[in-house]
């Protein structure tokens, strides 16, 4: 029986995430961008070969915003890492998260939040009037980030504007709120909430909440 086309974007979406797992797995202080890519690159081997996946490993972003990526340089404590792999079939992924942090436990609850912070934002920035993003989910080691929207005059129970995994348009003027929620099996779940207003140049923040860590029952 030949395959289908969205049973193979299901494959391929699969493989993805079990890439990203396998990057951020080998992502800890001492390791080098070519193992995180290594890693990677493994677990996707038998990705189909109509999804030409290209992978991304940024690293060392310095103050003036270039990037260090030198596949021989080692991974410090706390250093941010993304990981990026693109298919063919508009699979699309990206992750994103810090190293091993060495300190106590509340220093990596910041960086989790953090984290939480720079997903919202880039979600935000990825807004554009007509921009279409099929997948708007992203997986890292140990924890599950998504990210809805939904119009600001709308009832936050009812059918989401923007649905995980679903194409969107959208319009100049259009308002949306958007709930970007973070779990992690150390910290329990983070949300925050975000107003925002799509402009020609993309989307502006009206009003953000503060992050609000709801913490596993005895965690």
């Known amino acids: 029986m030949a395959t289908s086309a969205s049973e193979i974007l299901k494959t391929d979406a699969n493989l993805i995430d079990e890439g990203l797992e396998a990057g951020f797995r080998v992502a800890c202080a001492g390791t080098t961008v070519q193992e995180i890519k290594d890693a990677v690159n493994k677990a996707i081997l038998n990705l189909s070969s109509d999804a030409d996946v290209r992978i991304e490993v940024e690293h060392g972003v310095n103050p003036d915003g270039s990037i260090e990526s030198a596949e021989d340089t080692q991974l ?3 250093e941010l890492v993304r990981i990026c792999v693109v298919g063919k079939n508009r699979t699309h992924t990206i992750a994103g ?5 060495v300190g106590s436990a509340s220093v ?3 960086g989790f939040l953090d984290h939480l912070a720079e997903a919202s934002v880039w979600f935000r920035e990825s807004l554009l009037p007509g921009s279409r993003r099929p997948f708007v989910a992203m997986e890292t080691r140990a ?3 998504q990210v809805r929207a939904g119009r600001l005059d709308c009832d ?3 059918q989401p504007l923007i649905e995980i995994g679903k194409p969107v348009s959208l319009d100049e003027h259009t308002s949306l709120w958007t709930e970007t929620i973070l779990t992690c099996p150390e910290f329990g779940t983070a949300v925050t909430m975000d107003m925002v207003a799509i402009t020609q140049n993309g989307a502006d923040l009206l009003t953000r909440s503060e992050p609000v860590l709801n913490e596993h029952p005895g965690g």
Request: hydrophobic content about 25%; proline content about 6%; aromatic content about 0%.
């Open 108 to 110: 990596a609850q910041q």
């Open 97 to 101: 998260g810090r190293t091993s942090c």
């Open 143 to 145: 924890r599950l980030l």
């Open 76 to 78: 410090e404590n706390g």
């Open 156 to 158: 936050p129970d009812a």
